[in-house]
């Protein structure tokens, strides 16, 4: 059975915890003549890792990290894996938490745009080379590295393996160019790149979660039992999508139905304990998009106060109204 041990990006509070893991691994496990000294990217994650374009990651069993990952972006769509270990009684295929990990770093590598990655080992990690042949990395020699590769002193062994970016729309294709006509599209666009990094988030840390039923858990989450057509006024849906998006939810056991007793017509949802239990476990991760999200909008047209204005807008008078009334003067104008 598979682990379900959440991996998640690490911060300069976890750097004492993956010191712990990593040293006595290299040290005594491999015999790596190396030092933490020699290991300056271990002492600052954050600068190492994130701040460069790259980032680190970890699964973490309760507050104990028992593996680790590292990307660090090289520039020239090209990265570099460092520190990938597992603790020993988390390894093997039936833990999958080394398996989880590398697919963790190829996702944001696709994301990224970086197509081309290089790591370094030793020739005593025998098994570490098994595993990354498995998951199509070619064995190079170090004269195959590319000139701006961080060699690090220890490493004799050398892999590569090429990636296929993520589909990626040219800088100005035909819909960019069309300007605003288009802002439909590229709304739709963007929700559904934040809607699939929303859903590798989740990935991430071990939930099966799919982004488009959080506006009903949400709801119900905060409102507590509620009424198809309440909840349907609440996330501002139609009635047909959130009976669909209800359906979806009672077949996976997370909401429950029960008759009003005033009115043996009208359901009543809430959560079930399952439902309940996956909100708990979420709680964390919605901290995380609530954070990444607030720093991607951070931007000088703030996207969020955007959004708020033009709902205004739409509330005083629709778009379909407003361009009935530009017709409408355009004729004026015409014949007056």
């Given at each position: 059975?598979?682990?379900?041990?959440?991996?998640?990006?690490?911060?300069?509070?976890?750097?004492?915890?993956?010191?712990?893991?990593?040293?006595?691994?290299?040290?005594?496990?491999?015999?790596?003549?190396?030092?933490?000294?020699?290991?300056?990217?271990?002492?600052?994650?954050?600068?190492?890792?994130?701040?460069?374009?790259?980032?680190?990651?970890?699964?973490?069993?309760?507050?104990?990290?028992?593996?680790?990952?590292?990307?660090?972006?090289?520039?020239?769509?090209?990265?570099?894996?460092?520190?990938?270990?597992?603790?020993?009684?988390?390894?093997?295929?039936?833990?999958?938490?080394?398996?989880?990990?590398?697919?963790?770093?190829?996702?944001?590598?696709?994301?990224?745009?970086?197509?081309?990655?290089?790591?370094?080992?030793?020739?005593?990690?025998?098994?570490?080379?098994?595993?990354?042949?498995?998951?199509?990395?070619?064995?190079?020699?170090?004269?195959?590295?590319p000139a701006y590769f961080p060699l690090m002193p220890a490493d004799?062994?050398?892999?590569?393996?090429?990636?296929?970016?993520?589909?990626?729309?040219?800088?100005?294709?035909?819909?960019?160019?069309?300007?605003?006509?288009?802002?439909?599209?590229?709304?739709?666009?963007?929700?559904?790149?934040?809607?699939?990094?929303?859903?590798?988030?989740?990935?991430?840390?071990?939930?099966?979660?799919?982004?488009?039923?959080?506006?009903?858990?949400?709801?119900?989450?905060?409102?507590?039992?509620?009424?198809?057509?309440?909840?349907?006024?609440?996330?501002?849906?139609?009635?047909?999508?959130?009976?669909?998006?209800?359906?979806?939810?009672?077949?996976?056991?997370?909401?429950?139905?029960?008759?009003?007793?005033?009115?043996?017509?009208?359901?009543?949802?809430?959560?079930?304990?399952?439902?309940n239990l996956l909100v708990e476990q979420m709680k964390p991760v919605?901290?995380?998009?609530?954070?990444?999200?607030?720093?991607?909008?951070?931007?000088?047209?703030?996207?969020?106060?955007?959004?708020?204005?033009?709902?205004?807008?739409?509330?005083?008078?629709?778009?379909?109204?407003?361009?009935?009334?530009?017709?409408?003067?355009?004729?004026?104008?015409?014949?007056?």
């Open positions: 059975m598979l682990s379900t041990t959440p991996i998640r990006r690490a911060a300069n509070r976890d750097c004492r915890q993956i010191i712990e893991l990593i040293l006595p691994i290299q040290q005594i496990e491999f015999n790596v003549p190396v030092a933490l000294e020699n290991q300056p990217d271990l002492l600052d994650i954050e600068t190492n890792y994130h701040k460069t374009g790259g980032c680190f990651w970890v699964a973490e069993d309760g507050t104990q990290i028992n593996g680790t990952i590292g990307l660090i972006s090289l520039g020239h769509n090209t990265g570099a894996i460092r520190k990938m270990f597992v603790m020993k009684e988390f390894r093997g295929k039936e833990a999958g938490i080394a398996q989880r990990l590398i697919d963790t770093l190829t996702l944001y590598a696709r994301e990224a745009g970086i197509t081309d990655i290089y790591l370094g080992s030793v020739d005593s990690m025998k098994a570490a080379h098994r595993f990354y042949e498995r998951n199509g990395f070619i064995r190079i020699s170090k004269n195959e590295l004799n062994v050398f892999y590569h393996l090429h990636l296929k970016s993520s589909i990626r729309l040219p800088q100005m294709n035909i819909i960019d160019q069309s300007g605003i006509l288009a802002i439909s599209t590229r709304m739709q666009r963007l929700s559904e790149q934040m809607r699939k990094d929303a859903q590798m988030i989740y990935k991430a840390h071990g939930i099966e979660f799919e982004p488009k039923w959080f506006p009903v858990v949400y709801t119900l989450h905060i409102k507590g039992v509620l009424s198809v057509v309440e909840i349907a006024a609440e996330i501002g849906y139609s009635h047909p999508s959130t009976i669909s998006l209800l359906k979806e939810l009672e077949k996976q056991k997370l909401v429950r139905s029960k008759k009003d007793k005033t009115d043996d017509r009208k359901r009543l949802i809430q959560l079930s304990a399952k439902g919605w901290e995380l998009i609530t954070a990444t999200i607030t720093e991607l909008t951070n931007t000088t047209n703030n996207l969020m106060k955007a959004i708020e204005e033009v709902e205004e807008q739409m509330k005083k008078q629709t778009f379909f109204n407003r361009a009935m009334r530009l017709v409408e003067e355009k004729k004026n104008y015409l014949n007056p």
